[in-house]
């Protein structure tokens, strides 16, 4: 079995109402067990161990899921800018723009939703996408 499968059955299961219920049990069962154990030190190392594997874990797991569904959600925005005539076509290939190229659309973008000028003015590494942003 695959990794993404794995990580994507396991996120629908620590995502569940039922998970986060057993995780508060037995967070209230270790806080009952306090006075057994005299809350010493091995009392308090069992949760902060368990604790520490479990968010280490996590972390793979919140990082797999999350691009999974950001690679989703740019497909589906890819196909509606595809398949909008009035859209730039540029904006399928935002990939390749660096940081300072980015903001200066950012900027342009936000002029436009105040009524601005609707031309856009991004100049890329590509002369294809030049091209492709002034014929629009």
């Excluded at 569904?69 to 540029?90: C, F, G, S, Y």
């Amino acid at each position: 079995m695959k990794f993404s499968k794995i990580s994507q059955a396991l996120s629908m299961w620590a995502g569940s109402p039922k998970t986060f219920l057993g995780a508060l049990l037995l967070i209230l069962i270790w806080g009952l067990s306090g006075p057994v154990f005299h809350f010493n030190d091995t009392w308090q190392l069992i949760i902060n161990t368990s604790t520490t594997i479990i968010t280490f874990l996590m972390v793979f797991l919140i990082q797999n899921t999350q691009n999974r569904d950001n690679d989703i959600l740019h497909l589906k925005i890819d196909e509606l800018l595809r398949a909008t005539k009035a859209a730039h076509n540029a904006m399928l290939n935002l990939d390749g723009l660096d940081l300072k190229q980015l903001e200066q659309m950012r900027r342009e973008y936000r002029e436009i939703g105040q009524g601005g000028d609707s031309e856009l003015s991004v100049s890329t590494s590509s002369q294809q996408d030049k091209t492709d942003l002034n014929q629009c």
